[in-house]
T-cell receptor
Framework: TQLLEQSPQFLSIQEGENLTVYCNSSSVFSSLQWYRQEPGEGPVLLVTVVTGGEVKKLKRLTFQFGDARKDSSLHITAAQPGDTGLYLCAGETFGSGGYQKVTFGTGTKLQVIP | DTEVTQTPKHLVMGMTNKKSLKCEQHMGHRAMYWYKQKAKKPPELMFVYSYEKLSINESVPSRFSPECPNSSLLNLHLHALQPEDSALYLC???????????FGPGTRLTVL
């Protein structure tokens, strides 16, 4: 069974602070995705990283995929209340039929206080 | 249209009821998925359909019965559920051999 452990589990910070969320696994994935989920809604894809060592920036969010494609990090600069939500990493492998087999991480619940 | 729709948004049912959840997408995706998400937990994969055929059943109890009548529709038939089956049920779809799954907003199911 592939497991993805995220840390920290909970994070409560003041507006304007920086933070980093980690996603670690002992398994290698074809790609790794980060989602944000609001309560009662489906996860919304933020980014997909594919290549080991890859770094992607999305405004104040920086995503990194580990060299061995087993781990990833999400760094948020100058957090805003709108960043509040559940952040999920998800490791992906492909089935023989071309479908994705996605394993979600344990989740990090972020609260940004104004 | 990059939307996955799910109906109903909320569902309350008794343990003897039969109900169905519906998921629809018009993006031409040939893979569709059902996930179950308990409160404060990540989504867990239940079923995967590829080309309207069941490819993965993650040892889901038979009281959950998936159906893919065509490439745009995915149903989840519910019968004799237990209170512990109460959860957010998420549908997703994707192109084959690509990295992106698109999630619907989910159906919040409560079993009394």
């Amino acid at each position: 069974t592939q497991l993805l452990e995220q840390s920290p589990q909970f994070l409560s910070i003041q507006e304007g602070e920086n933070l980093t969320v980690y996603c670690n696994s002992s398994s290698v994935f074809s790609s790794l995705q980060w989602y944000r989920q609001e309560p009662g809604e489906g996860p919304v894809l933020l980014v997909t990283v594919v290549t080991g060592g890859e770094v992607k920036k999305l405004k104040r969010l920086t995503f990194q995929f580990g060299d061995a494609r087993k781990d990833s990090s999400l760094h948020i600069t100058a957090a805003q209340p709108g960043d509040t939500g559940l952040y999920l990493c998800a490791g992906e492998t492909f089935g023989s039929g071309g479908y994705q087999k996605v394993t979600f991480g344990t989740g990090t619940k972020l609260q940004v206080i104004p | 249209d990059t939307e996955v729709t799910q109906t109903p948004k909320h569902l309350v049912m008794g343990m003897t009821n039969k109900k169905s959840l519906k998921c629809e997408q018009h993006m031409g995706h040939r893979a569709m998925y059902w996930y179950k998400q308990k409160a404060k937990k990540p989504p867990e994969l239940m079923f995967v359909y590829s080309y309207e055929k069941l490819s993965i059943n993650e040892s889901v109890p038979s009281r959950f019965s998936p159906e893919c009548p065509n490439s745009s529709l995915l149903n989840l038939h519910l019968h004799a559920l237990q209170p512990e089956d109460s959860a957010l049920y998420l549908c997703a779809s994707s192109q084959l051999n690509t990295d992106t799954q698109y999630f619907g907003p989910g159906t919040r199911l409560t079993v009394l």
